[in-house]
């Protein structure tokens, strides 16, 4: 069977090797573009590395760890945001032979130490002097890390209370690494020839909802085979340009690394979120991959600025966003049903005219040719989905886990459907147990948690299948959809099942001006809702209202805010099932976020954590209660 069939089959034993037969096919095309910021305050520049140049700064990163003793399989952290130093400075512990761990760089100091503990990471990358920061404070803690080197480093950073040279600046490690290479120019070449299938590649801890992150040992096999398997369903091109803002500490955003080294597409990197808007019409990409927070801000935004524009034009933006879903829903139908995506003659008409009106300026926002949009880590209502599918901008749900190195299902281009995570990538098997929970087998599964025997034997069968904990269906034709977590299921105290993130999807496509919102209900006899505003767009619309200057926390007490949002709970209840409809709602006094422990870095909600925070509010709206 040829490598066309079978994508999977005779790939390299490691990512190392991927980098390097990448650097070797086309060592002169572009690798990575990345911003470098004006000094004075104007736009950023943005450079570039060619695979050549990439692979010169990956060489001397690796020489250096050898020069520092890093030996086989021994771990380095990164804590960074996601910048193409990141991206070359895994590549170079990997192709030394060791094993990167992950650390978000929201990650506080208590739990950065944990984690690099539980790691028994050697050596420590850290992006600035505020990563250092916490390692300095907590080194009595850390007798294994022996050095850490500053990405961001002055002399004043990389000395200030070091005088045994703990504190390396990266710039100090890369000349430490060309000196090694000049005594020992095979180094790096031999190191990496010398990798195993088998070895760790990865800890990367999960963020959680509860309790401490566990550490999930990632093989370099899983990342050889993501890379090929993502090459496999021929969703990426050679051509593309990717805008990678992900965090590279999720392993969404690490898949997407060992796809393009086989692909050999472009990464423009900025890990800046605030930097999104700005950065689409410059780069101009033709693909990114986002979690469905990001889509919600642009549709509310895009929602917000026709409502702020005049009646007339926020009449016509509602229209032209019924008939985008609409013709999304009849296309994708009839392709289903018949091969071919065709709409009538009359929707079709009104297409063509909210695309002149409408839709041209959107996908304008997006750089004006992009050619897809990934979302994943969290379920997308299906009603943003249908919206921008039918302006023309395709989003593909995929669907993973950290468990199995985060790329096992994605939609194909061509024949993409809202509301399904798509279909397996190649070389992966799945099945739907009895209860319904989705389980997978196949070479990207972890090789366990680190230092938690039991608990990787909760999860992972001898026999290779990974218990993911969603719950699923899947289409006799191959697409899976992912209906709910299996602990987020509830019961209420009348017996019924409530599938909580499907209701918070739905509520998020109505109401533009939500964040975040979490139904509650278990043991209860009602559904309740915790709903948080997004800041800008509410503040917008309080300003309109005569509530002009006003804090956040004035805004959502005010009785008009609670008014309006209350008109969008009852669009919601009027689609439920009566079992399912929200009875009573609080608003809360801010927004959730990462800072706070009350959102994951990837941005899921940490439902214990907020149920805990606001047990006040949530006994306030069933104190004394009986509705049905």
């Known amino acids: ?55 010169d700064r990956v060489h001397a990163v690796a020489a250096g760890l050898m020069a520092l003793g890093l030996r086989s399989e021994e771990r380095v952290a990164i804590a960074s945001n996601t910048r193409v130093d990141w991206i070359l400075c895994d590549l170079g512990v990997l192709c030394a032979g060791g094993a990167t761990t992950t650390i978000y760089p929201q990650t506080n100091e208590e739990e950065a130490a944990f984690i690099l503990g539980d790691s028994d990471s050697r050596v420590l990358i850290a992006e600035d002097a505020s990563q250092l920061a916490k390692v300095r404070a907590r080194r009595g803690e850390l007798p294994g890390l022996a050095h850490v080197v500053v990405i961001e480093a002055d002399d004043a950073v990389a000395v200030a209370g070091d005088p045994e040279g703990w504190v390396l600046s990266l710039e100090d490690l890369l000349g430490r690494g060309r000196r090694h290479l000049a005594d020992h120019p095979a180094s790096v070449r031999d190191s990496v020839a010398s990798l195993a299938p088998d070895q760790l590649a990865t800890l990367i801890y999960t963020s959680g909802t509860t309790g401490r992150p566990k550490g999930v040992r990632l093989r370099h096999d899983a990342w050889s085979y993501m890379g090929h398997a993502i090459d496999g369903v021929h969703l990426l091109r050679a051509d593309d340009i990717q805008y990678l803002w992900l965090p590279l500490a999720h392993v969404f955003g690490k898949a997407l690394l060992a796809g393009q080294l086989k692909v050999g597409h472009v990464a423009a990197v900025d890990g800046r979120v605030d930097k999104i808007v700005e950065n689409l019409p410059v780069v101009r990409p033709t693909y990114m991959a986002a979690v469905p927070r990001i889509f919600e801000k642009v549709y509310n935004g895009a929602a917000n600025k026709a409502k702020d524009a005049g009646g007339a034009k926020y009449k016509i933006f509602l229209w032209a966003a019924g008939v985008a879903k609409e013709y999304a829903r009849v296309t994708q139908d009839n392709l289903r049903r018949t091969g071919t995506a065709q709409a009538p003659t009359g929707l079709r008409l009104k297409h063509a005219v909210a695309d002149r009106l409408v839709y041209t300026k959107l996908r304008e926002r997006f750089g004006g040719r992009m050619r897809g949009c990934i979302s994943g880590s969290a379920a997308l209502a299906p009603e943003i989905g249908y919206f921008f599918s039918g302006a023309g901008i395709h989003i593909l749900e995929g669907y993973g886990l950290t468990e199995s190195s985060a790329a096992n299902f994605v939609n194909p281009m061509e024949a993409y459907r809202t509301g399904t995570v798509g279909k397996a990538l190649p070389g992966l098997e799945v099945r739907i147990a009895e209860d319904g929970e989705v389980l997978l087998r196949g070479p990207g599964v972890m090789e366990g948690y680190h230092n938690l025997p039991d608990r990787t034997a909760e999860v992972l069968e001898e026999d290779g299948w990974l218990h993911t904990g969603d719950i699923g269906e899947l289409s006799d034709d191959g697409y899976l959809r992912i209906t709910d977590r299996k602990k987020d299921l509830f019961k209420t105290s009348g017996g019924k099942y409530i599938a909580p993130t499907a209701i918070e999807g739905r509520f998020k496509a109505v109401c533009p001006y939500v964040s975040n919102v979490l139904v509650i209900g278990a043991s209860r006899n009602f559904c309740s809702a915790l709903i948080a505003l997004d800041e800008p767009s509410i503040s917008a619309w309080a300003a309109e209202n005569g509530m002009a200057g006003g804090s956040y926390e004035e805004i959502v007490t005010d009785p008009r805010t609670v008014a309006m949002v209350d008109g969008y709970v009852s669009q919601l209840n009027a689609g439920l099932q009566k079992w399912q409809t929200i009875k009573q709602f609080r608003l809360l006094p801010r927004d959730l976020d990462v800072e706070h422990g009350e959102l994951t870095a990837s941005l899921k909600l940490k439902r214990p954590v907020v149920e805990r925070e606001y047990r006040d509010l949530i006994d306030g709206m069933y104190e004394g209660s009986r509705a049905a």
Not at 32 to 52: H, I, K, T
């Open 1 to 55: 069977m040829s490598d066309k069939q079978n994508p999977i089959e005779n790939r390299p034993p490691s990512m190392a090797h991927l980098f390097l037969e990448r650097v070797e096919a086309t060592p002169e095309k572009e690798a990575y573009r990345y911003p470098v910021p004006s000094r004075d305050g104007g736009p950023d520049e943005w450079r570039s590395y060619n695979w050549a140049e990439a692979a």
